[in-house]
């Protein structure tokens, strides 16, 4: 009798409480109720992995129409690239397909030493933990990764890394959001959600990215790394912790004015080819470049870059409802009664992503003109679709819309001044107070700095 009493003790709190992140989206807030820390035990495993002498695919998922995801993936390499119609053309699994396609364009499952069969087992597994949220999901993942794909084309780049740090470029662009809980990382510290406490409130959700990645690889068909020497593992390792932390928008200041640093003293060899000869210097700009995929919405095509922001929007708004559950004040641009959409894009767009991409366009010139002008044009349809602010001071509209665009104003002057001194901890924390969306000023009173060294 003893023993089936701690039995059910034991089912309780470790079976029934566990869930996986993306079912505990749809249901119960992440901060609703204690939970285990055995956070690994809460991992997916996608449904049947490849085995030894199985055929992969031609484009590593099984597929009904296999001839219109061929016609499709003929544009993989252009910037008009809809990960939305890709998930729909794999079945449901994008970010398995993207990640086969380009790896196999790109020879690196042979200069790598990764088989086929280890790399789509290891990607179907990420796939599986990415969460069902609005945004931060599968689709978005390999969005980022064909984004990757992309930027690593710029004539300025071509032969600059090598294929073992090519490999990890697109390993953390695919890695960078898994287990996202689709909410952002003040909201965790705030309502002292276990990862926060875990992670001491430090790049919360980044940090958990990559534990869920690097224990996937544990599983040995799903080793992606298995084939490499000690040194290289620890290489990929070392780096890919470095641009999966650098994707927390509270370094994007610090990001920022390292990359401008690399722009005013560039240095190029024959035919306009970056010289990094330093490894911070490399590092440095694969981080740019993984944060520049990450925010590369607002410069994809328009119907595409409303597309995503009807995604994120709706994840934010979310966020506000369970802050509005919690008792907590509603973050500004999460309150679904009181939307601010166009004003609050045109800030963000004007203030964060434009600073970044031109900073980058001049870093790899003349390759981003297809991204800084659809950028504009962008921006130029949300400024055609703001409604006028209203006057009244009771108006939350306005007080939620000019509360977001003070913080991003902030931010731009911030990123004009010269950040680069002693201080630069304070203009992270400001950032994250300014241009991470769901944050309150009190809320942010309670993080502190991050810092990528």
């Known amino acids: 009798m ?21 079912d505990q989206w749809m249901g119960n807030s992440p901060a609703s109720k204690p939970r285990s820390l055995s956070l690994f035990k809460r991992l997916v495993k996608p449904r049947g992995s490849i085995d030894e002498g199985t055929v992969i695919p031609r484009f590593g998922v099984n597929v009904d129409d296999e001839g219109s995801l ?4 003929g544009n993989i390499h252009d910037w008009n690239f809809d990960s939305f119609h890709l998930t729909q053309l794999a079945g449901g699994n994008p970010l398995v397909c993207i990640c086969y396609v380009v790896f196999k364009s790109r020879d690196l499952f042979q200069s790598c030493k990764i088989t086929e069969r280890t790399a789509v087992n290891y990607f179907a597994a990420i796939q599986a933990n990415y969460a069902t949220t609005p945004y931060h999901n599968k689709t ?25 740090e090519t490999f990890t470029i697109l390993f953390a662009a695919a890695i960078h959001d898994v287990g996202h809980l689709g909410v952002n990382n003040s909201f965790l510290v705030q309502t002292q959600h276990e990862l926060a406490t875990l992670y001491h409130d430090e790049s919360v959700q ?11 690889l544990l599983d040995h068909d799903c080793n992606i790394l298995g084939n490499l020497s000690l040194d290289e593992r620890q290489l990929v390792r070392k780096i890919a912790v470095s641009l999966v932390m650098a994707t927390d928008l509270a370094k994007h200041v610090q990001s920022l004015a390292n990359l401008r640093t690399l722009v005013e003293t560039k240095k190029v060899v024959e035919e306009g080819v970056l010289l990094l000869d330093n490894y911070v210097d490399r590092v440095e700009v694969m981080g740019c470049l993984v944060h520049c995929a990450d925010l590369s919405n607002p410069s994809r095509p328009q119907h595409l870059a409303v597309h995503w922001t009807k995604c994120v929007m709706e994840e934010f708004y ?3 409802d369970e802050e ?3 008792g907590l004040p509603v973050s500004p641009m999460m309150d679904r009664n009181n939307p601010s959409i166009e004003r609050c894009q045109v800030a963000f767009i004007d203030l964060i992503c434009q600073p970044l991409w031109e900073t980058w366009g001049e870093l790899v010139h003349p390759a981003c003109k297809v991204m800084l002008d659809q950028l504009e044009e962008n921006k130029h349809y949300w400024e055609l679709r703001m409604q006028p602010t209203p006057t009244s001071s009771t108006s939350s509209v306005s007080d939620d819309t000019g509360a977001v665009t003070r913080r991003l104003t902030s931010v731009g002057e911030l990123v004009n ?3 680069r ?8 924390q400001s950032l994250e107070t300014s241009c991470s969306p769901g944050v309150d000023v009190k809320q942010a009173e309670l993080k502190p700095a991050n810092r990528y060294e």
Do not use: M
């Open 2 to 22: 003893t023993f089936l009493l701690y039995w059910f003790i034991f089912w309780l709190y470790y079976v029934v409480d566990d869930q996986n992140p993306a």
């Open 70 to 73: 061929e016609t499709f993936l």
């Open 140 to 164: 978005h993942a390999a969005d980022v990764v064909q984004a990757a794909h992309c930027l690593l084309q710029a004539p300025g780049l071509e032969g600059l890394f090598s294929s073992l």
């Open 206 to 216: 980044e940090n958990h990215h990559l534990a869920v990645a690097f224990r996937l």
């Open 318 to 320: 979310h966020q506000g």
């Open 324 to 326: 509005r559950k919690l």
């Open 417 to 419: 001044e010269e950040i």
């Open 421 to 428: 001194e002693e201080g630069s901890t304070a203009l992270e």
